[in-house]
Structure formats: C-alpha cells, structure tokens
C-alpha cells in the first residue's frame, strides 16, 4: 500500500519524507512547482514481531511495510486545468494522502501565500482536489449522455445506473463535500476504481508547527470520513531520524522534551487510515507480518502469501497472537487447546499467527 504526501510548497513534505524514512533528501527553502516524486518502504514498527522473533529466532524478520511517495510541485491552480498528466498519474496512483500542512513560523522560509494559515491552507488543497474530481465527473456523465444520445448504448440498465451515480458524486462535489463522505456500496467502489478519484482516498492531515507551541489541531472543524488528523514538528523528527544511536536519541529527546518519536505514531496512523491489519507467519526461516484488509478471509490471506496457497487450499491452522504470547510456545498453546483449525471463509483477526495446508 502506498501514502502520497502532498501539500502546498516548503510545508515540510520532504522534510517529513525524511523523517518517515531516515532518508536525507535535501529540502532547501525554494520551489521549482516542478513535479519531483521520491517514494520509499518503511518497515511498521510492531512488538508483537519482535516477540515471535525472539522466540523462534528465525533466519529472516520481515515486517509489514508501507510505502511513501513525497510528492513535490503542487500548488493552487492546479484544479483549473492546471494538473499535468505526468502529476495526475502520481496522484491517482497512491492508496491514500498524507496531506502536510504548515502551521510554523520562519521568516527564512517563504510561504506561497504569504502568511500562515492552516486552515486555509488545508482547504486550499481540498478545493483543488473538489475541481479536479468535478472535471473527472463531469467528463464521464458528459460521455454517459453522449451514448445515450446516439442510441450506442449496449447496456441500459448499467448507463442508467452509473449515470445515477455520477449524478450523487456531483452533487457532494458541487456541495464542495469530498467524496469519502458517502456511503457507498463496495460494488460502486469498484466501478469508480479505475477514475482515480482524489477526494475518495483516505487522508492523515499532518500539521507541521516547527518549533512552535500552537496546537492546530485543538479546536479544528474537520470532520470527515476516512480522515485522520496529527500535529508534529516537521524538522525535529527529521533530525530524530538522522540519530543512529540509541544513546543519543534518548538524550535528544529529552532536551527537547518529547516522550517518543512522531515516526511510529504517523506509520500507525496510515496503517489504519489504509483499513488494513496484520496477520502473521512463523518458523525457522522466517517471521513474518503480513498486511490483509480488514474483514478479509482466510483465503485470502493465503492468496497474500502465494497464488498456490489459495488455490490449493485446505485449511488454516490460527492461533490469536495473544494466547500464544501468554502460553509462551506453540505446543503450550496447543495443549491449551487454543489452535484452531479454520476453513477458507474464516475472517482473519489483526495479529492471527496462521499457516496454510495446501494442496497443488
Ligand atoms: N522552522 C522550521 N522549518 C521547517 C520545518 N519543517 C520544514 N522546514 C523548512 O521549510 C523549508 C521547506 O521544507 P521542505 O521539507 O523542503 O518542504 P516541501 O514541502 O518538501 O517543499 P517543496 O518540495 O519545495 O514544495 C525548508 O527550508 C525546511 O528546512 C520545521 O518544522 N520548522
Ligand atoms: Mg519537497
């Protein structure tokens, strides 16, 4: 799954693309509002593998992963047409934003509009990204009428149904509503996969105060679907993560009087702004996390794993990730009683250690 970070120019993306992945892209205080793209995978820090490692001491500890593009050359306009097909793609492409916001004071660094101000900068963003899905929609009723038009219509019924449903996305865009704020039905979800959709993929707003004390986020009206909102302080955890030793972390943080890095707390939050969970696999050679969505089944799970082991499925053997720690061994949490054995609809719980029987 991939995060897109986005926000206006010198907010901080690469800044906090640093910080996110230890990397040490440069971020100077100027824009070129030139698309410049720089992704990364994070491991998701998670204690739980940590734990299993230590217990079956395994070659290989693979956790779950997230990867982050830093998305750079965004700014106001683009939604009157002026979003390049090469941006487009960026945006369309990631599985949801991670929308930097700059609420920090410093003369050194120009601000597009001026002054600072979060909320309206915020709503900067999402009134580009309102525009753009309008045109998207816009475009694809303009075409539904067309083919109605000239009697081209193969299927009726499903011209009829998707123009009634492009009719309800415009009107929440004309409310200047984002589309992740209706309810709809996964078959709709599906049909809309392939528009690319900026308002319907979930959001972390990160707002980044700096140095400053202010909280943006304290009396913040932004009550959306599929929508999540932190504070850091951009250039802080990018140092953070410059700071290989444990030592001087320790001693670092305590200077500046933060109990712990923002970087665990923002992977957390896009892990569940994604609506995916964890399930694991254990052995000699390898413990590993693996990331499902939230309500899939077994077979899935599976299918996660490799192709072969859905298609020759036989069953499931779950353990819950806490009645093993508690039992402290595979063969206690037998004796216990405690491993299931589960068909291909079971639906997998965050933290299920699983192996697959198979069959090919
Ligand atoms: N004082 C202060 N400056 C910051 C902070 N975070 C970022 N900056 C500065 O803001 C400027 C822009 O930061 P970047 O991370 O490059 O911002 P960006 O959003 O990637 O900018 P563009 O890619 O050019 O749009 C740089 O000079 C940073 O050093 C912060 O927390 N405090
Ligand atoms: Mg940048």
Not at 30 to 51: C, K, M, W, Y
Not at 316 to 342: P, T, W
Request: hydrophobic share 40%.
């Amino acid at each position: 799954m991939r995060l897109g970070i986005i926000g206006l120019p010198n907010c901080g993306k690469t800044t906090i693309f640093n910080a996110l992945t230890g990397q040490n892209l440069p971020t100077e205080s100027f824009s070129s509002g030139q698309l410049e793209v720089h992704t990364a995978v994070v491991n998701v820090p998670d204690p739980r593998i940590d734990f299993l490692s230590g217990v079956f001491k395994p070659k290989k500890t693979t956790y779950a992963t997230i990867t982050y593009t830093d998305i750079g050359g965004l700014d106001k306009g683009i939604g009157q047409g002026g979003l390049s097909g090469p941006m487009r793609n960026e945006l369309q492409q990631v599985d949801g934003f991670l929308h930097v916001v700059r609420a920090f004071h410093d003369d050194n660094v120009p601000h597009p509009q001026e002054t600072v101000d979060p909320v309206r900068d915020l709503e900067t963003i999402d009134g580009e990204f309102l525009l753009v899905d309008l045109i998207t929609v816009e475009n694809r009723l303009a075409r539904l009428e067309e083919e109605r038009k000239k009697g081209k219509v193969e299927n009726k019924q499903q011209n009829a149904a998707e123009t009634e449903l492009f009719e309800r996305l415009h009107a929440q865009l004309e409310a200047e509503q984002p589309l992740r704020d209706l309810d709809l039905k996964p078959e709709e979800i599906k049909l809309l996969r392939g528009y690319g959709l900026l308002t319907l993929k979930p959001v972390l707003v990160i707002f980044n105060t700096g140095d400053d004390g202010n909280d943006p986020t304290a009396n913040l009206d932004y009550d959306h679907q599929a929508t999540l909102v932190m504070a850091l302080h951009g250039a802080l955890e990018a140092e953070i993560a410059q700071l290989d030793d444990p030592g001087d972390m320790a001693v670092f943080l305590a200077e500046y009087n933060i109990e712990e890095p923002s970087r665990a707390r923002v992977i957390r939050l896009s892990y569940e702004l994604l609506n995916i969970h964890s399930f694991f696999t254990h052995g000699d050679d390898e413990v590993r996390a693996w990331s499902l969505r939230k309500g899939g089944t077994a077979v899935e799970a599976a299918a996660t794993i490799h192709t072969d082991l859905a298609r020759g499925f036989i069953r499931a053997e779950v353990v819950a990730y806490d009645d093993f720690a508690a039992a402290g061994s595979i063969n206690e949490v037998k004796a216990q009683g405690k491993m299931r054995l589960e068909g291909k609809e079971y639906m997998v719980h965050d933290g299920d250690m699983i192996i697959i029987r198979f069959n090919v």
